[in-house]
């Protein structure tokens, strides 16, 4: 059976449940319409046309099925009704009046991402992924990683009582990342290749059944990541009586991208949002590695792989973003775009934020550098609303941090001796 309404449009008409809905919830290709019982068994992509599969719901909830905390306050709009959790979500809208005003926007709040259990925004897909693992009966869970996945898949794998292993690309994952995926017990192999050569791998052993993939190519995974929209919808509404006009997110596989206007996708089918005030979904690459930079800008119809990809944001060094079947249409249908910052600009918006007390890892600011571009071009107009996602906190990456701030000083060990150098103040400034 199919689900005619496979095509990501921003409709408000919800899909009708096919035989294999299980609860009301199944899985449908966005390519060919196919379905499939959630849970029954292990897929990651469609059987017949290998689309990319999403999860879909008989009843779409509203703002008003919502209650509690958390990413299972939206349990609604979740596969299950509790998961593998560590009180994920919830992160804070900082106001950061400095900022707003030298990029001159009427309102910009900072989504902080790197505010989650194990520092990034990965803990929500993976609270709901780990707890859809479980059902499933598996027991080694693995990824392919730039660093965060690894880190929340180790924790939740760990939380949950299931074998962790993750690929990383060798000398190319930021100390923090590896720390927490090491202590928190995953098996961590490092390959000379870059993150898209380990995910091939990793989705081979998946298909040959040794592991369950818990990458943004599994469709479980994003429905945790939809929370992140549910929350900035919700913070707008009671603070302005108003939706945010566009929402700007570094981009690497495009999971939260497709998540995000997933989210939205549905909230107009429940007919909580009107489909014009879908914010614009605005996408930010490093200059590097912008594969999607480069589909929208030409107008492609897919994403050309990159085979070589460099960037100092490491997290966001990608070069195949998988989900970018799900993501085009999103940034397309909601009238936003995608743009590329130099590294510069990435360290440059990474000190701006914080100065404003925000520490977040380069990546992160990749948001921020691409909202300032984007105003400096007249794309982003003056009398909007914009919220930017910063997706990973400053401790990931202290060595990028460190580089980016101001050395630390020899200091002799007496009061005196220091009093003398803090009326030098060569040492001040950048
Ligand atoms: N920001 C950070 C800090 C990330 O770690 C990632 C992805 C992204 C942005 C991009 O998000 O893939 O949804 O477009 N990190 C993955 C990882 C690839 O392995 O940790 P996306």
Redesign the pocket.
Known sequence: MTDDSHALSLSSTPPSPPAVATDGTWLACIECGETFAPFEAIRYTCDGCTGLLEVRYADVPTFADFSGRGVWRYNQALPLDSGVTSQEGDTPLYRVPRLEKSIGVAALRIKHEGMNPTG?F?DRGMTVGVAVARELGVERLACA??????AALAAYGGRGGMETLVLLPAGKVAAGKIAQASLHGARILEVDGN?DTCLDIVQELAARGEVYLLN?LNPFRLEGQKTIGFEILEAFQAEYDAWPDRIVL????????SALYKAFRELVQAGALEPDDVPRLTGVQAEGAAPMVEAVETGASAVERWDEVETRAT??R?GN?VNAPKALPGIRETGGTAIAVSDEAITAAQRDLAEEGIGV?P??AASVAGLRKLREQGVVAADERVACLT??HLLKDPDAAAAAGRDPEPAPADTDGILELLEDDSGLGQ
Do not use: L
């Open positions: 990034s990965k990683s730039t660093g965060n996945t690894s993150f943004s570094p981009v690497g596989n495009a999971g939260n991208t997290a966001i990608i973003p890892e990546a992160s997706t990973g």
